[in-house]
C-alpha cells in the first residue's frame, strides 16, 4: 500500500541532544514537508522540498535542518538550537506543484526532557 | 490578524443533528481552500476541497465566500464517529506550497 512512513513513532531525549526523524514516502510525490503541531496550535510549517536536493525554509525553520538526497525521503533533524523541541511533528508530501491534497504519515511524538 | 481563524469550540451535538462550522482567512488572494478532519492524536487527513460553487460529500457541504473571506462546514445527521478536529486549510497561491492551517475546531457528537 502506498502511504508516508514516519519513524519513530515516539522519541524521548535530553536536552541538548540532536535527533533525526525518518519520513519515507512510496507515492511518488514530488513535494514533501515537515509541519510541527503544539496542542491547541495549527501545524506550522517547518522545511519543504519541491524537488530532489532543493529545499526551503517554512515559517518556524530555526533550529531544524533537513536534507532530500533521494525522492522517497525527507529526514528532519531537531537540532540543540531549537528552543523548544517538544512537539508532535507531521511529515506530508503532495503531487505536482503547489500543495493540494497532502498526504500525512502518522506522526513522531518528540520528547525533551 | 491570524491568517486563518476557526472558533475552537467545542461543539457538543447530539447524534442526528446537524452543525456548522465556518472558518475566515485573512488574505483575499487566497487561492484553494480545503477542511481537514484530525482525530486525537492522529494525522490530519483531507476530509474535502472546498470550491467556488460549493461541493457536497454525502452529509458534508462546504461552502465558500470569496466576498467575506469566509468557508464554511455542514454536517448533517451527525454520528458519533464525527467526533473529531476540523481544520480549515488555505492556499494563499495556486503555484504554492506554504498552507494555513487554522487551529482547528472540535467537534464532540454524543449519543
Known amino acids: 500500500d502506498g502511504g508516508i512512513t514516519q519513524s519513530p513513532k515516539y522519541l524521548f531525549r535530553k536536552e541538548g541532544q540532536n535527533v533525526t526523524l525518518s519520513c519515507e514516502q512510496n507515492l511518488n510525490h514530488d513535494a514533501m514537508y515537515w509541519y510541527r503541531q503544539d496542542p491547541g496550535q495549527g501545524l506550522r510549517l517547518i522545511y519543504y522540498s519541491q524537488i530532489v536536493n532543493d529545499f526551503q525554509k517554512g515559517d518556524i525553520a530555526e533550529g531544524y535542518s533537513v536534507s532530500r538526497e533521494k525522492k522517497e525521503s525527507f529526514p528532519l533533524t531537531v537540532t540543540s538550537a531549537q528552543k523548544n523541541p517538544t512537539a508532535f511533528y507531521l511529515c506530508?508530501?503532495?503531487?505536482?506543484?503547489?500543495?493540494?491534497?497532502?498526504?500525512f504519515g502518522e506522526g513522531s511524538r518528540l520528547t525533551v526532557l | 490578524r491570524k491568517e486563518v481563524e476557526q472558533d475552537p469550540g467545542p461543539f457538543n451535538v447530539p447524534e442526528g443533528a446537524t452543525v456548522a462550522f465556518n472558518c475566515t482567512y485573512s488574505?483575499?488572494?487566497?487561492?484553494?481552500f480545503f477542511w481537514y478532519r484530525q482525530d486525537c492524536r492522529k494525522e490530519p487527513k483531507l476530509l474535502m476541497s472546498?470550491?467556488?460553487s460549493g461541493n457536497e460529500d454525502g452529509r458534508f457541504t462546504a461552502q465558500l465566500n470569496r466576498a467575506s473571506q469566509y468557508i464554511s462546514l455542514l454536517i448533517r445527521d451527525s454520528k458519533l464517529s464525527d467526533s473529531a478536529t476540523y481544520l480549515c486549510?488555505?492556499?494563499?497561491?495556486?503555484?504554492?506550497?506554504?498552507?494555513?492551517f487554522g487551529k482547528g475546531t472540535s467537534l464532540l457528537v454524543t449519543p
Open positions: 488574505n483575499s488572494a487566497s487561492q484553494s
Open positions: 506530508a508530501s503532495s503531487h505536482g506543484q503547489g500543495a493540494g491534497e497532502l498526504f
Open positions: 486549510v488555505v492556499n494563499p497561491s495556486n503555484s504554492g506550497y506554504a498552507l494555513n
Open positions: 472546498v470550491y467556488s
